[in-house]
């Protein structure tokens, strides 16, 4: 799935049937000259056959076309937030999809319903489907500072499902310095029924960080070492600052995401060398 903006804005997904060798247009969305950056992404289903494309556009409207076909073609545009808005830090207007074990679709998207003025005091809402995207659940409120006062981000890898039928999602705040710099926060919830509770700090670095720098905590499950069978850890990435430049670290939570560890440095230099945009 890619943008184009020649002319009027374009949403192109192209499919392949052959591993990559050749590509066949499935659907072409048309946006308007609307001279903004569009981010689409594109969500596969490991079972099903479902897929999901979903876009925030000009406006702030976060709409989704799922599929049923493998991708061949697509349905009904379905809106799911009116408000949504760009990451406060990246600058990219994108949301987060994961599936959960059991079949619960999650997107988790950043919001400007509390600051319609200027869009910086963000809030980070979730919404779930059960039905592989053909309906849409209540959303529900993730971060925990009170409407609009801290900026606060999702990126397109932030949200992950964990165990059966849990969410867990990472995610940027600059409620901290008074909005000068961000911090990593967690929170975790059962998915069919969405109640998040206390979030978590993850980062727990005592530094500042440009609130444009281009970077967003990423998480992943993974079977627990020496664990037994279904026992997961939940891993999250991200850079922070111990010196004069960021470093990246890597959290590990054994309880499913409700407590992480301290976080271990993986890049070589201790906050003496510009380290960022990690992924795992």
Not at 77 to 87: G, K
């Amino acid at each position: 799935a890619f943008w184009d903006a020649a002319g009027d804005d374009h949403l192109y997904v192209l499919r392949s049937t052959d591993a990559g060798q050749t590509f066949a247009l499935v659907l072409d969305r048309t946006f308007g000259n609307e001279e903004t950056e569009l981010f689409p992404m594109l969500f596969a289903a490991t079972s099903g056959g479902a897929v999901l494309v979903h876009v925030i556009d000009g406006t702030g409207e976060l709409t989704a076309q799922r599929s049923t076909t493998d991708g061949a073609s697509y349905g009904t545009v379905r809106t799911l937030s009116s408000t949504a808005a760009a990451h406060p830090f990246l600058g990219i207007e994108a949301a987060a999809v994961t599936r959960t074990a059991a079949g619960t679709l999650a997107i988790a998207y950043t919001d400007r319903r509390a600051d319609t003025y200027r869009g910086n005091a963000t809030d980070l809402f979730v919404r779930v489907s059960t039905n592989d995207g053909h309906t849409w659940g209540s959303e529900a409120r993730v971060d925990g500072t009170a409407p609009g006062t801290a900026g606060t981000g999702i990126a397109p890898s932030g949200i992950s499902g964990v165990g059966n039928d849990d969410l867990v999602v990472v995610y940027a705040d600059n409620r901290g310095n008074a909005g000068s710099s961000f911090d990593v926060y967690g929170n975790r919830s059962a998915a069919a029924t969405l109640s998040f509770g206390a979030e978590q700090r993850i980062d727990a670095d005592s530094g500042d960080r440009d609130r444009n720098a281009f970077d967003a905590p990423n998480v992943a499950v993974g079977p627990r070492c020496g664990g037994g069978a279904g026992e997961v850890n939940v891993y999250v990435a991200m850079a922070v600052i111990s010196g004069t430049e960021p470093e990246i670290r890597v959290a590990v939570s054994e309880d499913g995401g409700y407590t992480f560890s301290g976080a271990t440095r993986i890049s070589d230099t201790a906050g003496t060398e510009f380290a960022a945009v990690p992924r795992i």
